[in-house]
Nanobody, 121 residues
Framework: VQLQASGGGLVQVGGSLRLSCAAS????????MGWFRQAPGKEREFVAG????????WYADSVKGRFTITSDNDKNTVYLQMNSLKPEDTAVYYC???????????????WGKGTLVTVSS
């Protein structure tokens, strides 16, 4: 199983970035995919999630209206479009996968290595 996140970088306040997470080694369209982030000195937190079919999405309140999660089952890839970025969005962003639905986004089955997003003011 591999989850390879990419697309991080340095962006100014108000800017945009799109993160990608390429998955392999499992039945991508049968898994719930999530994006998480960990800022310096803070615990990792849920950012956004999407069902295997792509028909359902979930967002943390802090990113609603600014971030959009999508997936492409043909490419086994999940994306996170981040707009109107703020300094508090600075973090390492991780993608993760889980086979079964839960009401909360803890207990993911697979994790990828993160990609760093830095929002400068």
């Amino acid at each position: 199983v591999q989850l390879q996140a990419s697309g991080g970088g340095l962006v100014q306040v108000g800017g945009s970035l799109r993160l990608s997470c390429a998955a392999s080694g499992f039945a991508f369209n049968n898994y719930y995919m999530g994006w998480f982030r960990q800022a310096p000195g803070k615990e990792r937190e849920f950012v956004a999630g999407i069902s295997g079919s792509g028909s359902s999405t979930w967002y943390a309140d802090s990113v609603k209206g600014r971030f959009t999660i999508t997936s492409d089952n043909d490419k086994n890839t999940v994306y996170l479009q981040m707009n109107s970025l703020k300094p508090e969005d600075t973090a390492v962003y991780y993608c993760a996968a889980r086979r079964y639905y839960r009401a909360t986004w803890d207990g993911m089955d697979y994790w990828g290595k993160g990609t760093l997003v830095t929002v400068s003011s």
